[in-house]
């Protein structure tokens, strides 16, 4: 085992996320042999003292095959139907794969928007809780019956990270078809080099994944390296695995080739988790040189610090900022609608009151509100004594 890894019973909660081509065949549907396999793997896991969440995907493939639908791309309207079959055999052989072992699956479907909105994050983490509490096996997915693509994921890698970090799993393990992190596409490039660990995630690592524009953009490696700092900054290790062969997390254990990132040796709150995770910020704010150093420093981010206001949000939505080289540096809570934002950006507190006819906060974004979320992020930042106050 490699230094820092350890066996995955060592863990004690873990999110597994499984992907649609590992469960399913287009051609014969189901792959019966492979799911009771991994069943297996929970099984063994659970019984060593780990709790085990379960992400899988696979509702559309299956719900298309059960359906007859020809290959191709599907239309919104065929994939929602398809999900809406597809969700209901894919639980049902869930179900009844656990029951085999003498465990109880429970589904659950979520949205973007059950993650994203505070209230509905807080309600989907209660349920999914109360499940491990009485000792079921969460089986999650995203719930394409209802989704679009304004509303939706889109991939679970990144659904499996915000699951992670919602019920406060040590460890996510995502099983796809390929075997790890390497530093370029190994089929395109024969010299690429494979990574067994990876301490943190750096603009050299995310470069490694592909551009947000390139042919491994969706459900490819820039999705699982996404869900990485989503996982880790919240103190999360993660383990990107092949699952092609049975038994795929006992072969982890094994010794067979997979990647593992490292976790924050100082996580970030649960509130600023959620907000570092969230996957479409509302706005952005542009700030220049001193106000970066002032975030990295632990400071508010004050108006007079902000160069630029970019989209439509309201106070208390979630925004990026970004700095001079236009890379986001710190996400937060608005503490102004955007069209006040823009009025009193570049100008000083003591203004405010002038230009938007009263008082208001004095931070654009409070440093309690705050996360950085950069590469050289401080994720403690609770040290710094000079704070500003926290207005309601």
Known sequence: MTAGRKPLAGYRRIVVKIGSALLVDRASGLKSDWL???CSDVTRL???GAEVLIVSSGAIALGRTVLKLPSGALKLEESQAAAAVGQIALARAWSESLSRNQLVAGQILLTLGDTEER???LNARATISQLLKIGAIPIINENDTVATSEIRYGDN?????????MTGADLLVLLSDIDGLYTAPPHLDPNAAFLDVIPAITPEIEAMAGGAASELSRGGMRTKIDAGKIATSAGCAMIIASGKTEHPLAAIDEDTRSSWFAPSSSPVTARKTWIAGQLQPAGELRVDAGAERALASGKSLLPAGV???TGHFHRGDTIAILG?????VA???AGYDSEEATRIAGRKSAEIEAILGYAGRAAMVHRDD???TGASARSEQNDVSEQEPLHA
């Open 307 to 309: 160069v630029s206001v």
């Open 331 to 333: 996400r937060g809570l």
């Open 324 to 328: 001079g080289s236009g890379r986001e």
């Open 370 to 372: 705050l996360v950085m």
């Open 119 to 121: 209230r509905r994050y």
């Open 157 to 165: 890698d990144r659904l499996a990270a915000r699951v992670a970090t």
């Open 46 to 48: 659970k019984a060593q």
């Open 36 to 38: 009771s396999s991994i």
